[in-house]
């Protein structure tokens, strides 16, 4: 299974895709209700949530450092694999909800810019 980060309209998604069999592929799809956007919170703040579950190996931004979009913001690491999480946008680093050697669920708030 693979994580992306999908940007529509300008709302953030976090999918998760797997291959599909032949007899998967051909079975009807289900229908499932509409994902929500990354954003938790009603605020000017903007909440980036963790895409997978996994350990925090490094935090790459303190409170109050600027980040623009693309901007490693973290290391999570993931069934033996590192992974950078990104900024999806500019911004100023609010809030840090995490703390390094931390395990983190899936959508579990990592920081607020």
Not at 27 to 33: D, G, H, M
Request: charged share 20%; no cysteine.
């Amino acid at each position: 299974m693979k994580t992306y980060e999908v940007n529509v309209n300008g709302d953030i998604y976090i999918v998760s895709l797997r291959e599909l069999d032949a007899a998967e592929a051909a079975a009807p799809l289900k229908q499932t209700a509409a994902p929500t956007p990354a954003t938790a919170d009603s605020s000017d703040g903007y909440d980036i949530q963790a895409p997978m579950a996994g350990k925090i190996l490094q935090i790459h931004k303190a409170v109050g450092d600027a980040v623009k979009a693309g901007d490693t913001l973290f290391t999570l690491e993931a069934m033996k694999m590192e992974t950078p999480i990104q900024a999806p946008k500019d911004g100023t680093v609010a809030a840090i909800a995490v703390s390094v050697n931390q395990t983190v669920n899936a959508d579990d708030l990592l920081m607020t810019i």
